[in-house]
């Protein structure tokens, strides 16, 4: 299983973005996505998720209200819409897909909840 994410650029603060993560490989029916991101020399940190099946969302604080986590059953794809971009959002964003069980909530946020991952896509806000 292999993991595409795309959509990365640059941008000036409050501008909108939408990423994509699209998965591929074996027949693969992912329980759950999400979006990680990671500054330089900072942990990478849990962003949002998705559950596959009932759509069951999951935000970080820092960007809920303002990122959108949807699915693409059919193409197997997740996507990240990200508006009203703040300097402090700029990263590498991960995505990262569950083969196994529907995750429960309190571990949607979990990385080690995560069998695969994405190369990740840089995402710069700058005036």
């Known amino acids: 299983v292999q993991l595409q994410a795309s959509g990365g650029g640059l941008l000036q603060p409050g501008g909108s973005l939408k990423l994509s993560c699209a998965a591929s490989g074996r027949t693969f029916s992912p329980s759950a996505m999400g979006w990680f991101r990671q500054l330089p020399g900072k942990e990478r940190e849990f962003v949002a998720a998705?559950?596959?099946?009932?759509?069951?969302?999951r935000y970080a604080g820092s960007v809920r209200g303002r990122f959108t986590i949807s699915r693409d059953n059919a193409e197997s794809t997740v996507y990240l819409q990200m508006n009203d971009l703040r300097p402090e959002d700029a990263a590498v964003y991960y995505c990262?897909?569950?083969?196994?069980?529907?995750?429960?909530?309190?571990?949607?946020?979990?990385?080690?909840?995560?069998?695969?991952w994405g190369q990740g896509t840089l995402v710069t806000v700058s005036s």
């Open positions: 990262a897909a569950r083969g196994g069980n529907r995750p429960i909530w309190s571990s949607m946020s979990e990385q080690t909840t995560y069998d695969y």
């Open positions: 998705i559950t596959w099946r009932d759509r069951t969302t």
